[in-house]
């Protein structure tokens, strides 16, 4: 196989050693991926409701959604930690998707110090909590309720601080340097970078906000009991 000096990623005169494009159609990387992760998550929500028969819907949705966090982050982003040298040239799966993914954000390409800091700190926290948060919803246990939320509030602050990271320092580099990661294409920018990242904001952030009201809603309840206590 030929391996192809030029690149189509942006700014145009980033150095990436070794860049080979794709062999693999874009459709069959999407479907392969999108078939194993689905497979895992379906899974791992099988799991809980075999264990937990009396699982809600929303509890369900939260296990299937901290399910992926930790499968994204421990393998997909764990392959980018490990093997961020050779994604360029390689034909894996993980490595042809990084190349796709890269399109909106070269800088997965060349070993950039700041992504392979936040990379690394998601493979090495954020992915045990976020499949310790899915395990405790799973149990479903009252007495394990309070590190669930826990472990919850602190998983979803992490991702919107990650995303808070991860925009700002693309923003700061476009708009105070002129400098672009990603091609002008709209489903680049649109769809890969900021579309493929939003659900990290939205889902984090309406779970935070269920995190919460169940938090006040237990001490409320203590604080009613030991008033209750008080006037007897």
Known sequence: ???????????????????????APLLSILASFGGITGAFVLGCVILAKWHSPALKRGEQLTIAWFSLCGFLHLFFEGYFVLKHATIPSSQSLFAQLWKEYALSDSRYLTSDPFMLCIE????????????????????????????????????????????????????????????????????YYWGYYVGMNAPWVVVPSVLLWQSGKD????????????EGRKGR
């Open 1 to 23: 196989m030929a391996v192809d000096d030029g690149h189509p990623y942006f700014p145009r005169d980033t150095a990436i050693s070794g860049y080979a494009a794709n062999t």
């Open 120 to 187: 690394t700190l998601t493979v090495l926290t954020w992915a045990p909590l976020s499949f310790a948060t899915a395990l405790l919803t799973a149990r479903n246990r009252p007495r394990e309720q309070g590190t669930r939320h826990l472990l919850e509030a602190v998983v979803c602050v992490g991702h919107l601080y990650g995303v808070a990271l991860y925009y700002g320092t693309c923003g700061f580099a476009e708009h105070m340097r002129g400098l672009s990661y990603s091609r002008p294409e709209a489903v």
């Open 215 to 226: 938090i006040q809603a237990a001490f409320r309840r203590v604080a009613e009991e030991m």
